[in-house]
């Protein structure tokens, strides 16, 4: 697992309910809809990182041998944070629309470094009168601080053989 | 001045370049980036005639090896054979027409077309039993029923290029004073270069043309790429400007460089502080062997210096932060497809190909804190071109009298359009 020593601690970590991950993976994606970016970000412990492997990568790709679309640590994620909110990050000025579902909630393990998560997702992208549909699913490593669930490692799959024609990946999928 | 004017009624392929050497002034008419006419021209003209970038050879390691990849519009095999000879075959089968491969790639001894099963060694030889009476009985004597093999198949320091004309020249006497700058790549690491995992497989909808000059344009960097150097400043630590002395290199037969120091750091092999202590020991041996290999002049050039090249008509290859190679090709006027791959140095530690990566990634790619915006400029011009016929002209004249050029000029890009004008506007 990829997943750093972010908030880990020796006992493993307790699943929640089900829909405790839906209600939380639900409010995820009204921030990305919303572009509330500052408040997304607030949802990763420190020390957590992000990952988008290429179209079509298996689940156990890995960012130091293969070459990503989006492998952020911590601090990087932070950039990308900060470059969302600016007018000069002008792929995504002014903002796309962005709309997101999510399903197939599953909570598919628990280890030390926080509860595994996995989800479907399809993302619709409008810009410029060009939709782009973007599908796939995310596996997240969760863990639950002071009653809040919080994000050791998001890792977005894209289940698409290219990004043809989306072109880019300039939002958080 | 020669040239078209905007309102006269344009005979097809009348110039659409002017290039006034005495005012300074070089122009690009914007009919070249949206016309129909002129993309089938240049597929005649260039893509049919130019050599086109196939792939590396570390791509197709071993003997059998294969991958399959669209060049220039078309599906090809590129592949060894049992004893290790390269080769380029059409991915079309001689009986009518299905891709004989259809994974991007893998080890083979021979290809299978799945529609009526024929099948084919990996040296293109038609390789099926037929029932006697199906066929005649010199059948394929004159070998068509074999793979169709590319016109001509060469490498030059592990990159290999197809051209799909019989009558090329050379792709030694084609790359030209390009080969200068493909040694300088494949010489970073003492066993080689090899591509690191994915393609990104992405698409631009703009004119493939605008995809090589955006590539070289030292120009654009500071007003598009803020957001990039907002973040490298704080990741370096400091200021995080381009350095102001900087080369531009006429390779000859439309290729250009542009060269020069940068603030990122480079994993062969120029450390900056924000990698800590640990990677200054290796960087420095990096440093070292490459001194002992080729002499502390070049490694100097090679270590600390940077360059953007386009390789005519449409391979970049972009050795800066990280290396990547980028090739594009158009679907249509305002549509081209990319691919983008990452080079690293062979036998590299893990830990350095994990920089490399992330150096890769801090900037390039659909996902990198440039690449997007890149592409967001490009698609903007393209829909800018809707209004030609009222405003005709690109402007490509920055910095055309001055002695000795640099980065932030325009001239690497008159390189690609005088050779291109050239190609496209030959009697021929
Ligand atoms: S098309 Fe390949 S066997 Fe018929
Ligand atoms: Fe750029």
Redesign the pocket.
Known sequence: MNAPAAGASAAIEKPLSRADYEDFLYNEAALLDEWRMDEWFALFLEGAIYEVPCAGAPDNADSSEDLFYISDNYFRLGHRVARMNKESHHSEFPHSSVTRMIGNVRVLGADQSGVSVGCTFVTHRSKNDVLSVYCGHHRYVLRAVEGRIRIVSKRTFLDLNSLRPQGRVSIIV | MQGLHASESPTRFAPMILDDRDKGIFRVARTAFIDEDVLLRERDRIFNRCWLYLGHESEIAEPNDFITRNVGGKELIFNRDRKGEPHAFFNT??????L?ERRPKGNAISFK??????AFNNNGAFATRMSPGDYPEDFNSDGCANLTRVAKLQGYRGFYFVNFDPGAMSLDDYLADAKGILDIVADHGPRGMEIVGSEQKYSIRANWKLLVENSIDGYHAVDTHATYFDYLSEAIGGPAALSKRSFVWNLSGGHSSIEGEAPWGRPVARWIPAWGEAAKAEVDDIRAELESRVGAERADRIARMGRNTAIFPNLIINDIMAITIRTFYPLEPNLMNVSAWALGVKGESRGFRKRRLDNFLEFLGPGGFATPDDLEALEAAQRGYAAHREAAWNDISRGMKRERFVSTDEEQMRCFWREWSRRMEDAQ
């Open positions: 089968c001689p009986h009518r027409g299905a004989v077309c799945f529609y009526h099963g024929w």
